[in-house]
């Protein structure tokens, strides 16, 4: 008798290790205090930013009760550029393979650079092998601002151009989306298949995601512009080519519509025919293209101000909730499509988990991400020292946040953080990209969660416990 209590008591103390290490489920990355230690800038070319794969001052990373959160730099440009391959720089949004059978294998990020800084193209960085190449050349079909970045329903990767509003220093007009349909087969740019899908109308693209029935939401990223849901005529196709084939676009028109930064019902008025033609009296084109933003506008939908990224989740109900940041007033949108029913996610006045409001600490917010545990988290498009990373926290998923707290800050001079994204196959596991640092050596960071040496040991001394306490209640 006495043997079983002083098990059971081990049994307990090792479980609440276990809890604690994870205690909010899926992931490490939400266990963790509000991130108060200031940013310090690094010295260009200084010897922080450079010694890889060592990296640790990138980013200033939160701490949590027997959690240890590493960064390591698993890709840089200099390395990319020694090896022969045509890189632009200003890595973007990150992605995954999200299907196939080597679904998360890869990543994929655009370069985003205008034509004068060289063009936009494509890379893939492998997992397995540590290697990253370059798929589309930058300028490939004048491909440039590339900024999009997500996995298609059908097993490729679509990524779009930001720059719209005028003809660029070679008389070429954007606002065009692409698709790369062989991402992973694809060996290089000699044998990459990326191809400009114009059904989709023309505007400043950022943020992409596809719902459970396959519609494709997007935005426009202007002051002024709007958000968007692509309808395609074959929603189960197998292929970019039949899905792009034809089908129909939408702009939200919320609380009636023609109006600016507005919460409530959502309405999609169509600004294309059912094909993703001309709508009489609707649609408008410029320079022989549909124009997604005068379109809009025509319609009545409804402004934000430089809508950028979006993210998408789905709630144990089946419900979908799409989060939208908005640069320029400082805000972020939730979108839930099974209610039609747009709300204000997070701003200045949310509460801040370090106490208060957040107020002028969440500045442009740009670029938004989702862990293992359905938590939103917001980038701001901001330089070193002031461009941090919130963890957004809306425990009863009704598309409010009740707090943001700071996460993490990247203080490399001269850069921004952007594209985010945690592994949906290894929870404790994200990256990150530092975009056009002073340097010029844009870099891939990755972060882990674990949990401390003493915590793990806790674990899997529990572990045993626990298989030891089973044995005896056989015994008995």
Known sequence: ????????????????????????????FDDVTPNLVPNVPIPAGGPAEFTAPNLTSALVLPTGPGITITQTSIAQRTTQLANGQLNSGQWDMIDTNRTGADAGRYLFAPFEPNRAGGGSGVQRTDLQTGQTVTLVNPLTQDFIRGDASRWTPWGSYVTAE?????????????????????????????DANFVHRSVVPRVAHEGVVFDNSNNMYFIDELNGGSIYKYTSNNPNATSGDDYFASGQTFAAKVNGGSNANAVGNIVWTPITDVNGGILAGVTQTTGGFIDG????????????????????????????????????????????????????????????????????ALVSPDNLAIDAD????????????????????????????????????????????????????????????????TSGNDQLIMIQAVPEPGEYAMMLAGLGLVGLASRYRRKA
């Not at 070429?172 to 349909?181: P, S």
């Not at 009740?402 to 949906?424: C, H, K, N």
Request: proline share 3%; aromatic share 6%; with cysteine.
């Open 374 to 437: 359905g938590n939103f988290y917001i980038i701001e498009d901001q330089g070193e020292t002031n461009a941090d990373i919130w963890l957004a926290r809306d425990a009863n998923n009704d598309g409010v946040a009740e707090s943001l707290q700071r996460w993490a800050g990247m203080q490399v001079t001269g850069a921004e953080p952007t594209g985010l994204y945690f592994d949906i196959f290894k929870p404790n596991t994200a990256y990150l990209n530092i975009q056009h640092p």
């Open 162 to 190: 930001e720059d719209w509003s005028a003809v660029d220093s070679a008389g070429v007009r954007h606002g065009r989306l692409f698709e790369l349909t062989n991402p992973v087969t694809s060996t290089g740019p000699s």
């Open 293 to 360: 933003t005068t379109s809009a506008n025509t319609a009545g939908a409804t402004d934000y101000q430089r809508p950028e990224d979006m993210e998408i989740k789905t709630l144990a109900n089946g419900d979908q909730i799409v989060l939208i940041a908005t640069t320029t007033t400082n805000e972020i949108y939730s979108m839930n499509l099974a209610t039609n029913e747009m709300k204000l996610f997070a701003s200045q006045a949310t509460a801040n988990a370090a106490g208060g409001l957040v107020g002028g």
């Open 1 to 28: 008798m006495l043997l079983k209590s002083r098990i059971a008591v081990a049994v307990a103390v090792a479980c609440a290790a276990i809890g604690n290490a994870s205690a909010a489920g899926n992931t490490l």
